[in-house]
């Protein structure tokens, strides 16, 4: 299994996206506020100075809002877990194992099969559909929370929910591609296979995750809350290729999990 870790890393870090992203804004409010003031006869100097702080602050608010602005965006509001019990005790036996604290439970009320994690520091959440819960088995089920939470325990789920989270101006407006491409660097080549890798690791049970992920796209696995903002965050890319983020093909990581 030591294939998880050897995935091909981000070319770009978070904290350099970042500062990008506060330059290009102040640099837009330079001109704009310098002219502005210049027009009506205050010292075009002022402009560059709020230019600056308005970058600075709205990188600030954009990095620090991730982790509610991305569990928004799914649907994520449900967190009635005592209909659930099996979801939760799969979660409390796996989070020991693999050495995590328990994160939050979500369920959003959708039949589509999906997974998604999200965190950001202390913020940690799993986020399933009904139609997960109710569509696989046991071992199916145990697989897709592996999976979730090795994608919390790697640090692939916060710097997914960060990126995106800084990046969501862009991910869905006219400046689509240029968030699309920064997204993609930013996060690894790969990343879904090494996660599911680490995720059989743990179960030692290559077989259940698979066939989750094969009953999962026998059915739908496009909840309401997709977006091409978040499709990469999901267990299953639900959107066909048409994501911000290439992804691997769902049936190959079926055929290379039944295949191990």
Known sequence: MSAANDEAGPTMSVNVVAVGMAVVIAIVLSIVLGL???LVGLPWWI???L???AGAATVWYLLTSAFGAVSNSLGATSSNIDAWPRYENLVDGLSLAIGVTDPDLRVINDPAMNAVSVAQGTNESIVV???LL???DRMQLEGVIAEMLVRIKSGDAERA???TGLLRPLLGGPLRSVGNKLLTQLLPQDREMAADLAAVSVTRFPPGLGAALRTMAQGSI???GATVGNDHLWLAPPLDGEGAVPALPLAWRIDTLLEI
């Open 129 to 131: 559909t009904s139609g």
């Open 51 to 53: 230019a600056i702080v």
């Open 47 to 49: 402009g560059p100075i």
């Open 161 to 163: 929910t960060v990126a």
């Open 222 to 224: 496009t909840p309401a």
């Open 36 to 38: 502005i003031f210049g």
């Open 134 to 136: 109710d569509g696989l």
